[in-house]
């Protein structure tokens, strides 16, 4: 499974961005998927997971009421739609998919893992 996260970007304070996670496979459909990130000299973060159905959903508590995790299986795409960004949210986001998980959690336990998207959050 070939995944591309897309959608990262510089934005203000306070300002909005929607990733995307798009994958090769039809099979997307049926797979778990999170979002991580991560910065220079840090260990790699979880951000928020979503299963195949839509009807297991994680966040970290750093991003709780602030981003949204989705998929749109016709697209096999996830998106994460990031709202009141903060400069600690500045780092390269990454999704990985993973095709036994039925419900997900904050762990980093995936078998496939996308080329990440900046997103660079200024004060």
């Known amino acids: 499974v070939q995944l591309q996260a897309s959608g990262g970007g510089f934005v203000q304070v306070g300002e909005s961005l929607r990733l995307a996670c798009a994958a090769s496979?039809?099979?997307?459909?049926?797979?778990?998927t999170g979002w991580f990130r991560q910065t220079p000299g840090k260990k790699r973060e979880f951000v928020a997971a979503i299963n195949w159905t839509g009807y297991s959903i994680a966040y970290a508590d750093s991003v709780k009421g602030r981003f949204t995790i989705s998929r749109d299986n016709a697209k096999n795409t996830v998106y994460l739609q990031m709202n009141n960004l903060k400069p600690e949210d500045t780092a390269v986001y990454y999704c990985a998919v993973d095709p036994r998980k039925k419900r997900v959690g904050p762990d980093d336990v995936y078998d496939y893992w996308g080329q990440g998207t900046l997103v660079t959050v200024s004060s």
């Open positions: 496979r039809h099979t997307f459909s049926s797979y778990a």
